[in-house]
């Protein structure tokens, strides 16, 4: 198992089902960002998205640019094992398609322009 940095920047939050939750918002995001470290919780049954783009996503379809996501039949969470980098531009939301709903855990860096 290899050290992972924490993030600057700190994010903990849920949202109801079908509701997106904005985490960086894209006009922030001017010299591209990195998501140090990840957890993704179902808070009962269902799914979770971790989806990237420039505006707020609707429901995740066939073109949706997933990048992470935790489907359980249950309340359950799960840990993101890997750094993920965005373009600068792009945003990121949750999207629970979860009866309880979604939340998220993270850190994550902006890089400076």
Same mark, same amino acid.
């Given at each position: ?10 994010? @903990?939050?849920? *949202?109801?089902?079908?509701? %997106? ?7 922030? @995001?001017?010299? +591209? ?7 993704? &919780?179902?808070?009962?049954? +269902?799914?979770? =998205? /971790? ?6 996503? $609707?429901?995740? +379809?066939?073109? *949706? ?7 359980? /039949?249950?309340?359950? $969470? ?6 993920? &980098? ?5 945003? /990121?939301?949750? =999207? %629970? ?10 850190? =994550?860096?902006? =890089?400076?322009?």
């Amino acid at each position: 198992m290899s050290i992972v940095k924490a993030g600057q920047f700190n994010f @903990n939050a849920n *949202t109801p089902n079908n509701t %997106p939750l904005q985490i960086i918002n894209p006009s922030s @995001n001017v010299a +591209g960002a990195v998501i140090r470290t990840a957890t993704l &919780e179902v808070l009962s049954s +269902g799914i979770v =998205y /971790l989806i990237a783009g420039t505006s707020t996503p $609707g429901a995740p +379809g066939i073109n *949706t640019p997933i990048i992470a996501s935790h489907y359980a /039949l249950q309340a359950s $969470g799960v840990i993101v094992p890997y750094s993920i &980098e965005l373009p600068p531009g792009k945003g /990121l939301w949750l =999207y %629970p398609q979860a009866t309880g709903g979604g939340s998220v855990n993270m850190s =994550y860096d902006l =890089y400076a322009a």
